[in-house]
């Protein structure tokens, strides 16, 4: 569901970097208040954890469609809803900028659409009240399924709406609509199932993990190294190996558009603001669509600048460095992040003192 920049206008593109800046700044200042030593490297891993699995793309049947982990709801759940945003917004930073995966004015829409929503309105909204204070399986199962379709049904409207307000493509709302809600409840129930499975899995290993992000406090002085270690194996085995196995066809997004145009990939404006962030980005992505590109030789015999192309080479290498690359550098990026939310909370406790 990572939106293209053909979809957005600059006001649009631009009205929801601010909004998801905005976003960022007001996490930062509560995630200083409830950080401690163990939360910023289980940010890192499961931000790494995150970046691996949205590589997996799996097939919806009799669709011709896939579908791949939002993953908004899984890290809020584990992390509480300021620190899970801020990760998620590092794996979305990452795969713009790194691998060419949603564009570069699109990405404001991206960190809202996959991490304000579920973060911030289905989980205070819908899963805390569904949940309760002290939930058991049953209870847990019922409010994250529900969670997962509901927010896999606002993700996909705002994409519709961010595409409508922009008005720079021919999309016909009424039919995008009701392509892009039946394919993404597919996909809710999915996330649901897998959300369930790994949220399970720290309940039983660790439910302070679970609480301490419903009660919106420190985990504390528990141990939480056989979840890291869990999570970080999990991040390079699917980056490194799984994602070979992930479905080819195109992601809910993709087969509404190509179902409504006729067309696999829609052009977006190549002057002006458009044409120098897909620039720019050409410049960052150092594996575009996690893979190799080779440079093509100029058709006719061109020689001016910009004459040259390219083309991706798919290969199981190729996925394998970009799934164990984006992993480690959206670690990287996510430790480095809570190290300096640390660094500045530390004047202010020695100030009180």
Known sequence: MHMADALLSPAVGGTMWAVSAGTIAFSSRKVRRELDDRKVPLMGVLGAFLFAVQMINFSIPGTGSSGHL?????????????????????????????FADGGLLALGCNIFNMGFIPAFIVYPLLYKRVVGKHPGPVRLTLAIMVSAV???????LSVVLETWFSGISALPVSTFLLLMQPIHLAIGVVEGAVTVAVVSFVHKARPEILQGALEARPIGVHLVRTVLIAFLAAALLTGGIVSWFASKDPDGLEWAIARVTGKEE????????????????????????????????????????????????????????????????????????????????????????
Do not use: W
Not at 150 to 156: E, R, T
Not at 268 to 276: D, F, T, V
């Open 70 to 98: 939002g993953g908004g709801l899984l890290l809020t759940i584990l992390l509480g809803p300021s620190a899970a945003f801020l990760t998620i917004a590092s794996v979305l930073v990452v795969q713009a900028l790194f």
């Open 266 to 353: 829609l052009k977006g404006p190549e002057q002006g603001l458009h044409g120098a962030l897909a620039a720019l980005q050409n410049k960052t992505a150092i594996l575009s669509d996690y893979a190799f590109r080779k440079p093509v030789a100029p058709k006719n015999g061109g020689t001016q600048p910009g004459d040259e192309t390219t083309k991706v080479e798919e290969s199981r290498l190729g996925t394998s460095v970009s799934g164990l690359l984006g992993a480690l550098m959206t670690l990287a990026f996510a430790l480095l992040s809570g190290f300096l939310l640390r660094r500045r909370k530390q004047p202010a406790g020695r100030a009180g003192n």
């Open 150 to 156: 509901v927010g896999l049904q606002l993700g996909p």
